[in-house]
């Protein structure tokens, strides 16, 4: 075949470094980020059609930075010209191939730019791409790490937002008993409100058993407990399940297929996170599709990331089904959006119905 001719051949690719101020610090239990350090990848058709994808890295998550994610796209941008954009997996695994496995992120913004340059080209929302679920999820909002005070306000203007479900990171500075102070002063403000707690891989064993303790002789009932312990420690997940009673989700624990797999075997977790910066989209596919045939709840969640990212991941979640739990929240936390488009928000309910071709976002001007 003479790609030369093929419209959704790959006529350019452009890398673009992205920094976008947070209203304030996103803490979480190993280091937190002031500044949403981002890539735009900006894909051009041999039919003219333009895509867009956002590379969010966030080192203290996973130890990928933006200079990595620009090294890794700017290479890519010299061999993907030519590569028809519509075998997704194929040009993944090429990407793979030629960055290493520490290629989350960036994989994720290429793929995400290809995809929205197809579904754009074919006329097709992104949402229906991914399948005809449902057009709609339920985001909680995050309190991040810091004092009880600040806590209790964050959680109050989560609830003046219309925002049910909170989730606030635990494991940060002070131990646990900052942590439960944190929890308490949050369900002052916003009772009722379901909660999860995410302790980022950063409490160990004693840690999280002191927590439940804790929690229990407050009378507190958290709906999830995710990965509070490090990622590697399937066993410590799975006793901390059956001590606490409560439901516990892998987040870290789980980047590509092969790992949701372990996670399934050792009966550690009852959710998995998936976040398309882990890894990209195809494997998040793949993580989806292990989840369901295990009988793994499924959660949808991200970086810090803009409403370009985070609509791809709506857009995922929505058009598959079968998410329970929603954090796609990272919007809010921004001081500015140089992006046009994207999911409506309303209250906790956010809606993909609307969008026509791709995902529905695009730069404005100051990024073109």
């Known amino acids: 075949m003479n790609l030369a001719l093929v419209p959704t051949a790959i006529r350019t690719v452009r890398v673009d470094p992205i920094d976008i101020a947070l209203l304030e610090p996103f803490g979480i239990s190993r280091g937190s980020l002031g500044v949403a350090a981002n890539v735009l990848v900006t894909v051009t058709l041999n039919d003219g059609t333009v895509g867009y994808g956002e590379a ?31 075998d997704l997996g194929e040009r993944a695994s090429e990407f793979r191939g030629a960055s290493g496995p520490s290629c989350g992120a960036a994989l994720c913004g290429l793929e995400t730019a290809l995809l929205d340059a197809c579904n754009r080209s074919d006329r097709v929302p992104m949402w229906r791409f991914f399948g005809e679920a449902g057009t709609e999820l339920e985001t909680d909002m995050t309190v991040t790490t810091g004092t009880a005070e600040g806590a209790r306000q964050a959680a109050l203007a989560i609830r003046q937002r219309g925002i049910r479900s909170i989730k606030a990171k635990v494991g940060g500075p002070g131990g646990v008993g900052a942590d439960l102070d944190r929890i308490s002063a949050i369900l002052e403000s916003a009772p009722g409100s379901p909660l999860i707690l995410d302790g980022n891989a950063g409490i160990d064993r004693a840690g999280a058993s002191q927590l439940v303790a804790g929690l229990r002789a407050r009378g507190i009932a958290p709906a ?143 990024l073109l």
């Open 56 to 86: 969010a890295p966030f080192p203290a998550y996973n130890g990928e930075t933006q200079a990595d994610a620009l090294a890794m796209l700017a290479r890519a941008s010299n061999w993907l010209p030519g590569r028809n954009a519509r």
């Open 224 to 366: 999830l407990l995710e990965q509070w312990l490090p990622k590697d420690d399937l066993a410590g997940m799975r006793l901390l399940a059956e001590e606490s009673g409560w439901p516990v989700a892998a987040d870290e624990s789980v980047t590509t297929a092969s790992d949701a797999r372990r996670v399934a075997d050792a009966r550690a977790a009852t959710v998995i996170n998936i976040k398309l910066m882990k890894a990209g989209i195809s494997e998040a596919l793949q993580v989806a599709a292990v989840a369901r045939d295990r009988g793994i709840g499924l959660m949808i969640g991200g970086n810090i990331e803009s409403i370009l990212a985070m609509t791809a991941s709506a857009c995922f979640a929505a058009g598959l089904g079968g998410f329970s739990f929603a954090d796609l929240d990272t919007p809010l936390f921004l001081a500015e959006n140089p992006f046009q488009g994207g999911f409506m928000l309303d209250g906790d309910r956010i809606s993909v119905a609307h969008i026509a071709f791709g995902h529905g976002v695009s730069p404005l001007g100051l």
